[in-house]
């Protein structure tokens, strides 16, 4: 195997015998072949849509795949392979929708080679040697480490637009042009272009896709369970049976608390679930008790101390410990070798009954809570008193200090960074990065808190709604605000959101704690150039080089 998608890639290069994250070679290989017969879908479905003709199965299987082989998403070799082989299908049916197509519109069909023509094997090893082929060391192999690299960057960042729209789609929001987009990005990957002009050109292409793909996000979200509202959020527990629930999928926590209203379980989000609480369609279950826990990447040490049951949704799982694996549980695209999944019909039954036989918090905590929900409605609506409190020279400037969180040493970079964030100044953060400081202390300025909870990483869109609402209250552009940039990254949603700020023209962007392993030094020398973007350095360095 090679992988050096995630931050936290072994020696800042690249995994080769095991994931960081606890892919075995095997998963890491199926999920390179499930790209490539991805790209395979794409080229068909491509053609097909410039002919009018599109096919639902092939767009949401696409978006399906992709995110799969997201850090931290599939590690189970069995589903990977299932996955890998539904592909051909999908291809296949894609192959004759455009050549159907083809024959309405009265041309002769491409004859096209490479993923379009891949074969799957008949058994696992030919599976895995065809996987081999198919991974990066092969590419830069041909096209070299610069090329290879500004390839993957348009394709991680297509992995993170596609978590987007499988959440969306999964609440009933679509829209056939960004999956013509995403068909369009596979196409173009599959013929491995090598010049890295054209490369730039398509990462920030995949950045204003995935700008429509949060914005399908925001409106199923918001369409589903009503405007995020600045909500008082629990963190620590209450006594009895409990469930808690992580990852990002705001359907299934829906559903789980349907399914519990009454059997005397209380639920509790964990990292990227935090924001749920906001939304006053969930926040309505009296039993949705509170948040347990911090980020993803403490969740062993958090779960085995839970004395309840757990439901992974969605990305950020870790390899479980033998002390929690018979109570937890794997639901959507996530899942763990021999883990128990919940299917698509979302019977949450199983989880409910480990809660019902495990111990549950014998007493309350300490009355402790944190304020979430401050979403670009939440904000934009007492616009008028923020841009009144930066012309009365009361709020000086705006950080925007979010993004993924890790185990990597560094991230303490961030805690330091808000602590030193001066009081006539607001942080804005999102995503599971604000755990670093999301419990401290920061006050208000004139009934403003100084730290306004955006929401999940892909609240980043509210994130740019306030930013664009503020410039135009100032009429000026987003580079001329008092507005800092400040990220953290992890995985390829964080690749994605940050191709969004570039497609839109942010510039002095602060990236860490490390810069990508796929993106070389002369490719980032080209970001710097052109766009700014920068290494975090030190806490109090970096505040002074931006406040002057």
């Known amino acids: 195997m090679f992988c050096y998608q995630c931050e936290q890639t072994a020696k800042g290069q690249g995994c080769t015998a095991r994931g960081v994250c606890g892919k075995s070679d095997e998963a890491a290989t199926l999920m390179d072949l499930l790209v490539h017969a991805a790209k395979g879908i794409g080229m068909y479905a491509h053609r097909a849509a410039a002919l009018g003709a599109r096919d639902e199965e092939a767009d949401v299987f696409v978006v399906e795949a992709l995110f799969a082989t997201v850090t931290n998403v599939d590690f189970d070799p069995d589903q990977l392979e299932e996955l890998v082989r539904r592909a051909a299908e999908i291809r296949d049916k894609a192959r004759a929708l455009y050549e159907d197509a083809c024959a309405r519109a009265g041309q002769e069909p491409e004859r096209l080679d490479g993923p379009a023509a891949w074969q799957p094997a008949n058994t696992r090893e030919g599976l895995l040697a065809q996987g081999r082929e198919a991974g990066i060391q092969g590419r830069v192999d041909r096209v ?18 596609a978590a987007y729209l499988d959440h969306a789609q999964i609440l009933g929001r679509e829209a056939a042009d960004v999956y013509a987009s995403v068909h369009e990005t596979l196409d173009a990957l599959a013929r491995e272009p090598t010049d890295a002009q054209e490369l730039l ?18 409106a199923a979200n918001t369409g589903a369970y009503g405007d995020p509202q600045p909500t008082q959020v629990r963190v620590t527990p209450v006594r009895g049976k409990a469930i808690v629930v992580s990852g990002h999928d705001l359907k299934d926590l829906e559903e789980l608390l349907k399914q519990t209203q009454g059997t005397g379980v209380n639920v509790y989000t964990h990292g990227e679930m935090l924001p749920a609480h906001g939304y006053p369609g969930l926040n309505k279950y009296a039993h949705l008790v509170g948040n347990y826990g911090g980020a993803w990447q403490d969740q062993e040490k958090e779960f085995d101390a839970f004395p309840g049951a757990v439901l992974m949704t969605t990305n950020c799982l870790q390899k479980p410990r033998p002390s929690y694996r018979d109570r937890i549980f794997t639901s959507g695209l996530v899942a763990w070798p021999q ?12 989880v409910i009954r480990a809660a019902q036989a495990a111990p549950g918090f014998a007493e309350d905590g300490p009355d402790k809570s944190i304020t979430v929900g401050f979403g670009h409605h939440a904000v934009l609506g007492v616009a008028d008193q923020v841009v009144d409190l930066v012309k009365a020279g009361q709020i000086r400037h705006f950080f925007l200090v979010g993004g993924c969180d890790g185990a990597k040493p560094g991230r303490n970079y961030y805690t330091e960074f808000a602590q030193a964030v001066p009081e006539d100044c607001v942080i804005l953060t999102l995503a599971c990065g604000k755990y670093r400081f999301n419990k401290l202390e920061f006050g208000a300025i004139d009934g403003i808190p100084r730290l306004l909870d955006v929401g999940q990483c892909n609240d980043a869109y509210g994130a740019v709604r306030i930013a664009q609402a503020l410039a135009g209250a100032f009429d000026c552009g987003v580079n001329d605000l008092p507005l800092s940039f400040v990220l953290s990254w992890y995985e390829q949603k964080a690749v994605a959101i940050l ?11 602060r990236l860490g704690p490390t810069l990508p392993a796929f993106v070389s030094p002369s490719v980032f020398g080209v970001l710097a150039d052109q766009y700014n973007v920068m290494p975090v350095t030190d806490p109090q360095q970096d505040l002074r080089a931006i406040l002057g």
């Open 499 to 509: 191709l969004t700020l570039l497609h839109l023209g942010v510039r002095d962007i």
């Open 201 to 218: 050109a398509r990462a920030l292409q995949v950045g204003e896709l995935n700008l429509k793909a949060m914005d399908l996000l925001d």
């Open 144 to 161: 070299g480490e610069d090329v290879a690299g500004l390839q993957e960057l348009s394709l991680y960042g297509l992995k993170g637009a």
């Open 339 to 350: 883990v128990a999944h919940i299917g698509s019909d979302r019977d949450f039954g199983p």
